[in-house]
């Protein structure tokens, strides 16, 4: 089971989304339509097959507009889903089960989405020892539950943020004037906790970033031979991750050229929502 993220963490960007729904006047159809007390029962329904992830901003829609509003769940995060399964049921009343149901589902259609389709790039690339992970390629507002559904799909996450590991890209390289004086610069201003990657082009770059010695690797853009011989010479002195318009059709062939990770933008900057609905019952 993943483990959850601290409430604190989703309730402000929760928050936000029902407040940029409610407006300034709230629910206005349902306030005019449904009476004082009113409750209800609905049952949260997948419409497609998917991996879920959402669940706890999807309740926490709810129960910040009204505390007294209950869900259960039959599935958790990371549960695969078919048409018809019904993922959870929420009681309460009713005018607020209308008012959080879109930012609900909106929510826990986006996440789900991601765990999905990254479980699927995850199976296509079983074979091998390689893993995928996720980019900063995020939604702004959104990356912490997003890199949260990359886990659910059986993902790994990169870095979260720019000050939690040196990644020395082409523009770093182009004003330092060189891979090797890029590098000496970052291990001179960072302490020894903090990692260094860099990313490369070509096998020449790779060579001289390697005569000085880094953690990680990122291979961007090199064809499936270039990827083997770039792993061939690392040989395990270095973490070998490869980029690049990695999908799920690409997959399966750049796994297979040995690199330790896949970073894969596209699982969070493209995924397709999966369809959830909320019926009465």
């Avoid at 399964?85 to 789900?112: C, K, M, Q």
């Avoid at 990356?143 to 082409?170: P, Q, W």
């Avoid at 590098?183 to 390697?210: F, N, P, S, W, Y």
């Avoid at 973490?239 to 059709?249: C, D, M, R, Y």
Wanted: proline letters at 4%; glycine letters at 10%.
């Amino acid at each position: 089971m993943i483990a959850p993220l601290p409430r604190i963490v989703i309730e402000p960007t929760v928050r936000n989304a029902l407040i940029e729904d409610l407006g300034l006047a709230g629910d206005i159809t349902s306030a005019a339509v449904i009476p004082v007390g009113h409750r209800s029962r609905l049952a949260m329904v997948s419409r497609k097959r998917g991996v879920i992830a959402g669940l706890d901003a999807a309740e926490l829609a709810f129960q910040l507009i009204d505390p007294a509003v209950g869900m259960v769940r039959h599935m958790e995060d990371g549960s695969v889903v078919k048409p018809g399964d019904v993922i959870a049921t929420i009681e309460g009343p009713s005018r607020a089960l209308l008012a959080g149901e879109r930012t609900a589902l909106n929510f826990l259609g986006h996440l789900s989405g991601i765990a999905t389709v990254t479980a699927g790039i995850v199976s296509a690339i079983s074979d091998s020892k390689a893993s995928v992970v996720c980019t900063r390629k995020t939604t702004p507002g959104l990356r912490s539950l997003e890199k949260y559904a990359v886990r659910a799909g059986g993902g790994m996450n990169h870095r979260f943020a720019l000050n939690d590991a040196v990644l020395i890209k082409d523009n770093h390289i182009a004003i330092a004037g060189c891979i090797a004086e890029a590098i000496r610069r970052a291990k001179a201003g960072v302490g020894h906790m903090v990692k260094i990657e860099v990313e490369v082009d070509t096998l020449d770059q790779l060579h001289e970033a390697m005569q000085i010695g880094i953690d990680a690797v990122l291979l961007d853009n090199m064809t499936p031979i270039q990827l083997r011989q770039a792993v061939d010479f690392v040989a395990g002195r270095a973490i070998t991750e490869a980029s690049g318009n990695i999908n799920p059709t690409t997959a399966a062939e750049v796994a297979a050229s040995g690199v330790d990770l896949l970073s894969v933008g596209w699982i969070t900057h493209s995924a397709p929502v999966l369809d959830i609905g909320l019926d009465y019952i």
